[in-house]
């Protein structure tokens, strides 16, 4: 293997922003034999029979716990702190540091998450908001320019986008919550890895090369991504000393080290000198809070399928598509279960689908923001008297001409205006159940591919604000999701954690930006409401509708399903749709794992 050392004062060769993309993203144009590497780093057998497991389209097996998240290098950490008696939270931290050096592009220490726990001592689900916050100097109008709102890429390369760090936080209070091993313990993995170096992955080399051009406009990252002005290359070892040492402290002195010290000054220097300079100080870092919320849980079939409330807007939309769908066929007096299982009835149930994904997001862009800020009718939302109500306007057999938001029962004064944010995708999960009966699902990110391309530390820093709505007002009314100060942008993650008489079923979620919604409904149709194997579902392909244009993912049939919905009145598109589904299934003869054939992450147990 090469050695590309990580030297900060590296020669590097720095291009100049170029033109925003088009809202596809390089997630999706990451070819799917990049995605399973069979030459990843693990040096555990059974790790490795994972990845054959996977490979050949079946599920990991295990008695006692399991792991499935979204790199080889990181399951193993986890699933090393699992084996020696750890809970779900000592693999999570574990797990979570090494997926900040080998999987930047999608999460770090300078992203946020939420956390979906079950803790079966007490037999309840408790969710954990680490989501990033906006500097106290920020207005609504942060994202204009004369009144307009600036582009996309305009917005996300430099300081601007970035707000405070959720990650170190939530790892920390998950800890202290629900951990048994020593916190500084949980580190060693990660930080020896970025000492010793990582091979690079052929998905990060991939996303590195079509992202260049914005990586190269920092000099950190440039040195870091582009050494000597050219991409790093699958198979390179990449070191990384900057992110040990982030690291280190945070084992030394908890996440007191990353809000109120050097690398706290660090990163709002960086962010303050960056090419776009953003506003976020040492006071907005020393301020930041986990913040523990409601769970947000609906009723679907037999079973409770409980999430993030907002500021995420994942729990609320996929239990509003999944009670809207079996709203429709109750009414019709028809299962489910056979309704998904007869060929025939495939483009009815199709068109229903995208009938009420577009439901769900007309609901969403009306209501959902960060419930600190703004009143949020969540438990209207998913009342089954209201789901009932809005699917009887569905339909099976065309598209619907228009869809707008539903009335749900509200105990709050309302007057704020919708707003279709389309998030581009790249994030991170990991699923875990622990031989305690603990379940965990993580959902983290740095928002776009690499954030805001701003490298401090090691690690690169979010661009979570471009989350916000870009624009302040519509028609006169305040836009839900406008940025405010100190106020947490809308999420569509979605970690979800399904139980069945009180207990753990089913632990996913997902990445992929706004689609994350539409991924993890259908995960749980398929394999609750349909009955599919674990990974078969992970594999399967998929349908989603948010705005209105109806995405089909290419595939032997996709051409041929869009051109059938397309007869029915939808605007159609066939796509890549690069999920990363990471599941555990708990059944009566053990545990299952997925991992989602499109990413290189896998499942492993024992």
């Not at 599920?59 to 809970?87: F, N, T």
Request: proline share 7%; aromatic share 8%; hydrophobic share 45%.
């Amino acid at each position: 293997m090469k050695l590309r050392s990580f030297l900060f004062a590296a020669t590097l060769l720095c291009g100049p922003l170029v033109a925003p993309l088009q809202a596809q993203q390089a997630a999706d144009a990451i070819p799917p034999e990049m995605t399973t590497d069979l030459s990843a780093p693990v040096t555990d057998p059974g790790l490795r029979a994972s990845q054959l497991l996977k490979s050949a389209g079946r599920p990991a097996k295990a008695g006692q716990w399991m792991i499935s998240a979204a790199h080889p290098m990181a399951v193993q950490a986890g699933a090393d702190v699992l084996r020696e008696g750890g809970s779900a939270a000592d693999a999570m931290v574990a797990a979570q540091a090494m997926l900040g050096l080998v999987e930047p592009q999608s999460s770090g220490l300078g992203g946020g998450g939420f956390l979906v726990f079950y803790d079966a001592e007490l037999g309840e689900v408790f969710t954990l908001d680490g989501r990033e916050t906006a500097p106290l100097d920020a207005t609504p109008t942060l994202f204009q320019v004369d009144g307009a709102p600036m582009g996309f890429f305009d917005a996300v390369v430099g300081g601007l986008s970035v707000g405070v760090p959720g990650t170190p936080a939530l790892m920390e209070a998950t800890h202290e919550r629900w951990g048994r091993k020593p916190w500084a313990r949980l580190f060693t993995p990660a930080i020896r890895a970025a000492q010793d170096g990582f091979p690079v992955s052929a998905r990060l080399a991939a996303m590195v090369g079509v992202d260049r051009d914005r990586l190269a406009v920092h000099p950190v990252t440039a040195a870091y991504f582009l050494p000597l002005g050219e991409p790093v290359q699958a198979g390179d070892l990449l070191q990384n000393p900057a992110y040990a040492t982030s690291l280190e402290a945070l084992a030394e002195s908890g996440s007191a080290a990353f809000y109120d010290g050097q690398v706290a000054t660090a990163i709002v220097s960086a962010v303050q000198g960056a090419a776009q300079p953003g506003m976020l100080s040492e006071w907005d870092m020393r301020n930041y809070t986990v913040k523990e919320r409601d769970p947000a849980c609906s009723v679907f079939l037999s079973f409770e399928v409980c999430g993030m409330g907002p500021p995420s807007s994942g729990a609320v939309a996929v239990g509003q598509i999944l009670g809207l769908t079996e709203a429709f066929y109750a009414e019709l007096d028809q299962p489910l279960a056979e309704v998904l299982r007869t060929p025939g009835k495939r483009d009815d149930f199709l068109t229903l689908w995208g009938n009420v994904g577009r439901m769900a997001f007309a609901d969403r862009g009306r209501y959902l923001a960060d419930s600190d800020y703004v009143p949020v009718p969540v438990r209207g939302l998913l009342d089954p008297a209201y789901l009932a109500q809005r699917a009887a306007l569905a339909s099976d057999m065309s598209a619907m001409a228009e869809v707008v938001p539903g009335q749900p029962q509200f105990d709050h004064a309302l007057n704020w205006a919708d707003h279709e944010g389309r998030a581009l995708p790249s994030t991170t999960h990991i699923s875990i159940v622990d031989s305690y009966g603990n379940a965990l699902s993580l959902t983290s990110s740095v928002e776009n591919a690499f954030g805001s391309r701003v490298m401090v530390g090691g690690f690169l820093l979010n661009n979570q604000l471009t989350d916000f709505s870009f624009r302040s007002h519509r028609d006169g009314v305040p836009i839900a999701n406008r940025v405010e100060p100190g106020k947490r942008p809308r999420s569509s993650m979605s970690p979800t954690i399904v139980l069945q008489d009180g207990k753990p079923v089913l632990v996913v979620g997902s990445p992929g930006g706004s689609r994350i919604i539409g991924y993890v409904a259908e995960y749980i149709l398929r394999v609750l409401g349909e009955g599919q194997g674990v990974q078969q579902a992970a594999a399967a392909p998929h349908a989603v509708n948010r705005f209105g244009t109806y995405d089909f993912e290419v595939g032997p049939q996709g051409d041929t399903i869009a051109q059938a919905l397309a007869e029915r009145g939808f605007e159609t598109r066939v796509t890549g749709m690069n999920s990363g589904l990471h599941a555990v299934m708990v059944t009566p003869e053990g545990l299952l794992g997925a991992a989602d054939p499109r990413r290189e992450g896998i499942a492993y147990g024992e």
